[in-house]
């Protein structure tokens, strides 16, 4: 039988790359992807490290990270919506000058 995605075993050999504790799984599912040749189904679990503090920092970083790639987005939406502005008032402004000429 071929699995697509078991990377859980690799993982739970490797020691915790931030303070090299045992590292176990918390939680295991499957989640079912449809693909133009139907579906396929891929099998998920979250690794957590076995240090309680440890993984509340990595909580953490990752609720961090996730906030800064909202702000991210949010900054390059607003820029894209003054581009945008800028560009229609660069267009008035072009036309203007050759009204005047
Ligand atoms: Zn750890």
């Known amino acids: 039988m071929k699995v697509i995605i078991s990377s859980g075993k690799t993982y739970l050999n490797e020691p915790c790359n931030r303070c ?20 396929t189904v891929i099998k998920h679990s979250q690794i957590v490290c076995m240090n309680e503090v440890c993984q509340m920092e990595s909580d953490k970083m ?5 906030k800064k790639r909202q702000d991210v987005k949010a900054v390059k939406e607003a820029n894209n919506a003054l581009r945008k502005a800028n560009a229609l008032t660069a267009t008035n402004k072009a036309r203007k000058n050759t009204s005047r000429i």
């Open 20 to 39: 090299g504790s045992e590292k176990r799984v918390a939680k295991k599912w499957k989640e079912t992807v449809p693909t133009l040749m139907g579906t």
């Open 62 to 66: 990752l609720l961090k990270e996730a």
